[in-house]
């Protein structure tokens, strides 16, 4: 019998280890479950109640991480190291940090990559930011 066989994983094209932190600073919120709650607890070694406090917030309907201030894009996640723009929970973050990206591209990384090229500058950062708004749908002008 041979070994068995596994699927090779997916090359990724991008490094986050290079990447200034975009996804840990452009989006308004970062949604957690009560799982992320716990881990985050166990990792801090607080309980449920004072990690949901101390790191969390409502937002709209949500559970959200709070945000700290960022010279760089004037707000990013709490954990986010701002000397290393690392993650400074990396075993402990949320499940959907953990997921992110979902494929083997990054945009953020694409756009970084793109700009320092055409730009001629090995520094150049885009500025962005993601929010989400509404839609109105069709003649009647509800919100979908």
Same mark, same amino acid.
């Given at each position: 019998?041979?070994?068995?066989?596994?699927?090779?994983?997916?090359?990724?094209?991008?490094?986050?280890?290079?990447?200034? $932190?975009?996804?840990?600073?452009?989006? &308004?919120?970062?949604?957690? #479950?009560?799982?992320?709650?716990?881990? !985050?607890? *166990?990792?801090?070694?607080?309980?449920?109640?004072?990690?949901?406090?101390?790191?969390?917030?409502?937002?709209?309907?949500?559970?959200?991480?709070?945000?700290?201030?960022?010279?760089?894009?004037?707000?990013?996640?709490?954990?986010?190291?701002?000397?290393?723009?690392?993650?400074?929970?990396?075993? $402990?973050?949320?499940?959907?940090?953990? &997921?992110?990206?979902?494929? #083997?591209?990054?945009?953020?990384?694409? !756009?970084? *990559?793109?700009?320092?090229?055409?730009?001629?500058?090995?520094?150049?950062?885009?500025?962005?930011?993601?929010?989400?708004?509404?839609?109105?749908?069709?003649?009647?002008?509800?919100?979908?």
């Amino acid at each position: 019998m041979g070994e068995p066989v596994t699927a090779a994983k997916p090359r990724s094209y991008y490094d986050c280890v290079k990447c200034p $932190a975009f996804c840990c600073s452009i989006y &308004e919120r970062v949604q957690v #479950t009560l799982r992320d709650i716990r881990r !985050l607890a *166990k990792h801090f070694g607080v309980t449920e109640q004072v990690a949901t406090t101390r790191f969390t917030k409502v937002w709209g309907k949500e559970r959200v991480l709070r945000k700290k201030a960022d010279p760089m894009f004037g707000q990013t996640c709490q954990f986010l190291n701002l000397e290393t723009r690392n993650c400074g929970i990396y075993h $402990a973050r949320p499940a959907v940090c953990r &997921e992110f990206p979902t494929t #083997t591209r990054c945009a953020y990384w694409d !756009l970084l *990559k793109f700009e320092r090229e055409q730009q001629d500058d090995p520094d150049t950062l885009p500025l962005v930011k993601i929010t989400f708004h509404a839609r109105r749908n069709g003649k009647n002008g509800k919100k979908s």
